[in-house]
């Protein structure tokens, strides 16, 4: 109902790892507005690796030895990061690093297809947009590249949330039955 919740949890701080997920507003979105936005994270790290680093060569005092070796470690840390994050890998959840996910944007892959439409579906989550407003090809298209795996059945699912929404009650108990079997 348009109602946020937000709490305050003292024990996250010593997480050091984050994320940050866009909602795109345009369904037609360029694939390269997802590429830049990926590749914002591992481009970031390098920046300011840079940075860090041009100030350790630069400004090397004695009497801010300590100071120095702090950056200097910062430095490597966020070249580490940044190289790290572009290695295409699954991680532990599920999801994909910027890496891989890059790599399956270049080589249109059937999941940067799965994420794409799964991104456009969480836009009804926190914009006007509702079922009826997502692209049915491009739910029936990724959903047809994974006829037997549990992505199919979110897609069907998709499918079927969209077509009740659009009042199209005869598809929507297709694609029903469709995540049924698969499931």
Request: charged share 20%; glycine share 6%; proline share 4%.
């Amino acid at each position: 109902e348009g109602k946020w919740k937000f709490k305050f949890v003292l024990s996250g701080f010593d997480n050091l790892g984050g994320a940050v997920r866009v909602v795109p507003t345009n369904p037609k979105q360029p694939r390269a507005h997802d590429l830049w936005m990926i590749a914002a994270g591992p481009l970031s790290n390098i920046f300011f690796g840079s940075l860090a680093l041009f100030f350790v060569l630069r400004f090397n005092w004695p009497f801010y030895a300590q100071t120095w070796r702090l950056v200097a470690y910062t430095a490597s840390f966020s070249f580490i990061a940044a190289v790290t994050n572009m290695l295409p890998f699954m991680t532990e959840d599920g999801g994909y690093s910027d890496g891989a996910q890059i790599l399956q944007i270049l080589t249109k892959s059937p999941l940067d297809d799965y994420r794409r439409t799964m991104n456009s579906l969480a836009s009804t989550l926190v914009t006007e947009r509702r079922y009826r407003d997502l692209d049915i090809d491009a739910i029936q298209r990724a959903a047809n590249q994974f006829p037997q795996e549990f992505r199919g059945v979110n897609l069907q699912l998709c499918a079927s949330n969209y077509f009740l929404d659009s009042g199209r009650i005869r598809e929507a108990r297709v694609a029903l039955a469709t995540a049924e079997a698969i499931y």
